[in-house]
């Protein structure tokens, strides 16, 4: 059975063997923040910390260097830089699904000077959530590690030493959260390929209603959304979906009211291509739609 000091002396190793990985952004004076190395001159960081700076450094090894804003996104609070100069190594990272309340996790700051870190547990996962700069997210790491002044943008790691979230202040004052790494790869992807988010579109308009008895028993849920408007030549409209349909599954997955439908749609590409089970006349129907691009995502 492995000692506390066998513990200790490998959580001193890990956090060692992440320092290459883990940078200071300077971007608001007097407020330095924390950055993870995501590729090859990539620089990943919360959104909130560079707000609207103009000039923003970032301090690794072996020196500190300016960077430029390649896209940012408020919703997950997340932003990507690139950097010319640093010689870090991207860390590994792990999988969203493999994290589970219980698991030992570590925070990292790269913030004043030497590396600084906390230890603690995931203790659980928070529903969809909405933060006070206007961000939406399906879903949050909650841990015990605590985020010291600073921590944001850096990463939430596991036991392995992987990066399996981004942690972010911005998630709730005094309760430590962190985006999963699944949603950062994809928002890191689509801001260094479009320099934004590109967010899936439907075009309609609708509200939740209750179904029959008959569909209740037919489908096993209460609830649909009947579509109140079309948008002209909008995604639905091309995909035949009209005015009085009731929208009750996507991808065979349930939609029951509209913060589901939307939920849904955060998850989905631009362009892709998905069945919509619809309610028409009494029928149950499906009808293939290719989502469009919210404009200015």
């Not at 330095?32 to 103009?54: F, K, Q, R, S, Y």
């Not at 959260?177 to 949603?183: G, K, M």
């Not at 030549?233 to 995909?239: F, H, R, V």
């Amino acid at each position: 059975m492995a000692t506390l000091s066998d513990l200790s002396r490998e959580i001193a190793q890990l956090v060692a063997g992440l320092a290459p990985s883990i940078v200071r952004i300077e971007a608001r004076r007097g407020r330095p923040a924390t950055g993870i190395i995501w590729a090859d001159n990539l620089v990943l960081t919360a959104d909130h910390v560079i707000e609207d700076a103009d000039t923003v450094l970032v301090t690794g090894p072996p020196a500190t260097v300016k960077a430029a804003v390649v896209g940012r996104d408020r919703s997950t609070d997340l932003a990507l830089l690139r950097t010319e100069g640093l010689r870090g190594a991207p860390a590994a990272r792990g999988r969203s699904a493999d994290v589970r309340c219980g698991h030992i996790v570590l925070a990292l700051g790269g913030c004043v000077g030497e590396q600084q870190v906390t230890f603690g547990i995931v203790s659980g996962f928070s529903g969809e959530f909405r933060s006070w700069r206007g961000g939406q997210v399906n879903t949050l790491i909650q841990t015990t590690a605590e985020l010291l002044p600073g921590f944001s943008g850096g990463p939430l790691v596991d036991a392995e030493g992987r990066v399996i979230g981004i942690n972010s202040w911005n998630f709730g004052r005094g309760v430590s959260r962190a985006l999963p790494v699944d949603a950062a790869e994809r928002v890191a992807e689509s801001l260094r390929t479009h320099g934004r988010i590109r967010r899936a579109y439907l075009g309609v308009g609708a509200q939740p209603i209750r179904l029959s008895d008959a569909l209740l028993n037919q489908l096993g849920q209460e609830s649909g959304l009947l579509v109140v408007t079309v948008e002209r030549d909008g995604p639905a409209d091309k995909a035949g979906l009209l005015q009085g349909d009731t929208i009750v599954t996507v991808d065979g997955d349930p939609v029951r009211g509209l913060d589901g439908l939307f939920a849904t749609l955060r998850g989905l590409e631009v362009d892709s291509r998905h069945p919509f089970g619809v309610v028409r006349a009494g029928e149950l129907k499906e009808v293939a739609v290719t989502l469009g691009e919210v404009a200015g995502s």
